[in-house]
């Protein structure tokens, strides 16, 4: 998500590939860019935790 951002916005990657988006909610790119990133991060974990199975026995008594 980050990296996206940052390569439709920064004029660098901008002025290389020709693809040019709009600002998402007028955030700067680079160091906010975090701000898409971090949240997009977390509801990928917390959606992959919750679809997968639960470690057997052996596993959890290896702890």
């Given at each position: 998500m980050c990296a996206y951002y940052i390569v439709s916005t920064y004029p660098f990657f901008v002025q290389l590939t020709g693809f040019a988006a709009p600002q998402w909610f007028?955030?700067?790119?680079l160091i906010s860019?975090?701000?898409f990133g971090v949240p997009?991060?977390?509801?990928v974990a917390i959606f992959v935790?919750?679809?997968?199975r639960k470690p057997d026995a052996y596993t959890r008594?290896?702890?």
């Open positions: 007028g955030i700067e790119q860019s975090g701000v997009a991060g977390f509801a935790s919750l679809f997968n008594a290896c702890r």
